[in-house]
């Protein structure tokens, strides 16, 4: 079963969207939770990580800005987005994840698992 990403939308440099990941998955509690954003013709990234036990983790762009939160009795993670800048266009998907190696660098911390479902698109003006 997906996760599903809404809450996208258009916004100025400097603004807040928050973005939502719900599921129909009876599992999710037990699942770590990405945030991922795809630029077009680039690869897709990982810019926050929830725990099952509430734990985060940020790619440096994000910290500061971004705060991933999760409530498993909605079966529902969020990506509240502050300070946006143009360059955090993209793409938004959530996703489970597991741990792949947390002593690595960020891109080989963390492993997605699962199909993919549909992202949400942010766009930021500047």
């Known amino acids: 079963v997906q996760l599903q990403a809404c809450g996208g939308g258009l916004v100025q440099a400097g603004g807040s969207l928050t973005l939502s990941c719900t599921t129909s998955?009876?599992?999710?509690?037990?699942?770590?939770i990405g945030w991922y954003r795809q630029v077009l013709g680039k690869q897709r990234e990982l810019v926050a990580v929830?725990?099952?036990?509430?734990?985060?983790d940020y790619i440096d762009a994000a910290k500061g800005r971004f705060t991933i939160s999760r409530d498993n009795a909605k079966n529902s993670a969020y990506l509240l987005m502050n300070n946006l800048k143009p360059e955090d266009t993209a793409v938004y998907y959530c996703?489970?994840?597991?741990?792949?190696?947390?002593?690595?660098?960020?891109?080989?911390?963390?492993?997605?698992?699962?199909?993919w479902g549909q992202g949400t698109l942010v766009t930021v003006s500047s």
């Open positions: 996703q489970s994840v597991i741990v792949a190696n947390l002593a690595s660098g960020w891109s080989l911390r963390y492993q997605p698992f699962g199909p």
């Open positions: 929830i725990g099952t036990g509430g734990g985060t």
């Open positions: 998955r009876s599992t999710f509690s037990l699942d770590a």
